[in-house]
């Protein structure tokens, strides 16, 4: 994990540099970290941006009580997996790696509410798309039946055309990552969550 050290240390000193204690905290990875509008899509919610990039589920989960020090937000919001799939890693690793995190949020905010938004189907991962698929089940099912204060934000249908392919105008060129498009569709579905 260390070589997400100089990330993790940015987090830290952004956190020292802080003019007000964040409600929301959007944590994960680059997809988070590169959501250059998010402190203006959600200015009402009070959110922080905890991405860092490349980052797995595995290592939100390795730094989080690192990442979290002194925040005492009213809620948060995760976006981490999809690393960890292209990384070769298997669903039932990733689900793991969720229940941990899980495990480390109740230890260190109690009831916190939580918000999971599923792996999106990205252009550049559509070979993995049934590992995918079958991910996005386990933690959802997860959330369903163990998981009271966690609530599931699926992005992957709507991120799908007629056909059920990826929309091929919500990614940039690398197929991975999100056009202001891409994004202004995430806003919408996530503040709806977060005001249903």
Same mark, same amino acid.
Request: proline letters at 5%.
């Given at each position: 994990?260390?070589?997400?050290?100089?990330d993790i240390?940015?987090?830290e000193?952004? /956190?020292?540099e802080?003019? +007000?204690?964040?409600?929301?905290l +959007?944590y994960?990875?680059?997809t988070i970290?590169?959501?250059?509008g998010l402190?203006?899509?959600f200015?009402?919610f009070?959110?922080?941006?905890?991405g860092?990039? $490349?980052?797995t589920l595995?290592?939100c989960? *390795?730094? +989080?009580d690192r990442? %979290?020090v002194?925040?005492? =937000?009213k809620r948060l !919001?995760?976006?981490?997996g999809d690393?960890?799939?292209?990384d070769?890693r298997h =669903?039932?690793e990733v689900?793991?790696f969720?229940?941990?995190?899980?495990r480390?949020v109740t230890? /260190?905010?109690g009831s916190? =509410?939580?918000?999971? !938004?599923?792996l999106?189907p990205?252009?550049?991962? *559509?070979?993995?798309?049934?590992q995918f698929i079958y991910t996005?089940?386990l933690?959802?099912?997860?959330?369903?039946?163990?998981? =009271?204060?966690w609530?599931?934000?699926?992005? +992957? #249908?709507? %991120?799908l055309?007629?056909?059920?392919?990826?929309i091929?105008d919500?990614? $940039?060129p690398?197929?991975?990552?999100l056009t202001?498009k $891409?994004y202004l569709? *995430?806003k919408?579905? !996530?503040?709806?969550a977060? #005001?249903?």
């Amino acid at each position: 994990m260390f070589w997400y050290e100089d990330d993790i240390k940015r987090l830290e000193k952004q /956190r020292t540099e802080l003019t +007000f204690q964040p409600e929301t905290l +959007f944590y994960g990875s680059s997809t988070i970290r590169l959501w250059a509008g998010l402190a203006e899509d959600f200015h009402e919610f009070g959110p922080v941006n905890l991405g860092f990039g $490349g980052s797995t589920l595995a290592a939100c989960t *390795w730094f +989080f009580d690192r990442v %979290m020090v002194e925040y005492q =937000p009213k809620r948060l !919001i995760l976006y981490a997996g999809d690393n960890d799939l292209g990384d070769g890693r298997h =669903p039932e690793e990733v689900f793991i790696f969720f229940q941990e995190f899980t495990r480390r949020v109740t230890n /260190r905010f109690g009831s916190l =509410p939580c918000y999971f !938004i599923s792996l999106k189907p990205s252009i550049n991962r *559509w070979h993995l798309v049934d590992q995918f698929i079958y991910t996005n089940g386990l933690i959802s099912a997860e959330i369903k039946s163990n998981q =009271p204060n966690w609530r599931w934000i699926d992005i +992957f #249908n709507t %991120m799908l055309n007629a056909n059920g392919d990826p929309i091929k105008d919500n990614y $940039g060129p690398d197929g991975l990552h999100l056009t202001e498009k $891409g994004y202004l569709l *995430w806003k919408t579905i !996530i503040r709806n969550a977060l #005001n249903g």
